[in-house]
């Protein structure tokens, strides 16, 4: 549906449906009509059993993705948009509409039920306020994906995106790195939207690795190694991760040695590898404690 893309058309729906856009839901709807067909295409929709979409808002991209995928599942938490997606969403037999809370929705159950336990990919244009949980809640799953691509904040998509190892990460690029292989896909600016949000953003596309690339023995552990070491980025690693992880400190100076990292490292230096061993190490010690 072209016209949803069109600002005179999207508020006069708004108004015949006496909605009014809620900020606290992230409520940002795409009005540039490049945007969706371009997304629908990048996100891999026909290679795939189908598409879960987080947030269809009015349907815009929606639309467009069930032009490109078999099955469109869109997870919407305001339950006032349905009348309007029902209207907007008409000529799309292959969209099934969901109410429910993204981070509370058990989505390993939705895969299994609604596409016959996947594999899925995901597309969405994100509710910035939830950004890294639901990338997060995507990743740490293991749930059957193939991608996710996904519209974010500019500063957002640096950070997902940088390899550990550089000074732009933080804890969540561990994550995605030890999951997929990120890449940023291109800018959008603030003006595509209605109404427009204060900052830029950014597609980017997580295509599952299907191996992760370093061996650890407790992903989990990685996983609070970074948070830990990342809490409180301007320490040192091994300050970081003690408060953090209520850990003494030369226990956590122990396993940096035992990982070859010196004793001042810090959380933004230390690559996936580094981070690996790191996790390894700790594992080692709490076992021995
Ligand atoms: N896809 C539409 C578009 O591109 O124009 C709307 C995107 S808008 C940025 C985010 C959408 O996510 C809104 O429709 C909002 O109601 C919905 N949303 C917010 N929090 C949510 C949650 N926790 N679970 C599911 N949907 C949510």
Known sequence: MSQLSDPAFVRGLLARHDLRLAKSMGQNFLINPSVCPRMAQACGAGHCRGVIEIGPGIGVLTWELAQ?????????????????LEETLADCPNVELVQGDVLKLDLAALIAERFGGGPVCVCANLPYYITSPVIM????????LTA??????????????APPGVRACGAVSVSVHYHCQPQVLFQVGRGSFLPPPKVDSAVIRLD????????????????RTARGAFAQ????????????????????????????LPPAARAEQLTLEQFAALANQLGKQERVE
């Open 68 to 84: 490109a995928a078999e099955k469109v599942v869109a997870i919407e938490l305001d339950r006032r948009l349905f009348p309007v």
């Open 233 to 260: 980025r301007r320490k040192t690693a091994a300050n970081s991760l003690s408060a953090s992880l209520g850990l003494p400190k030369p226990l956590v100076e122990q396993a940096l040695a035992g990982a070859g």
């Open 208 to 223: 599952m690795r299907p191996q992760p690339p370093v061996a650890v023995e407790d992903p989990a552990l990685l996983f």
């Open 137 to 144: 809640g995507l990743l740490e799953a293991g749930l059957p």
């Open 148 to 161: 996710i691509t996904v519209m974010v904040q500019k500063e957002a998509a640096q950070r997902l995106c």
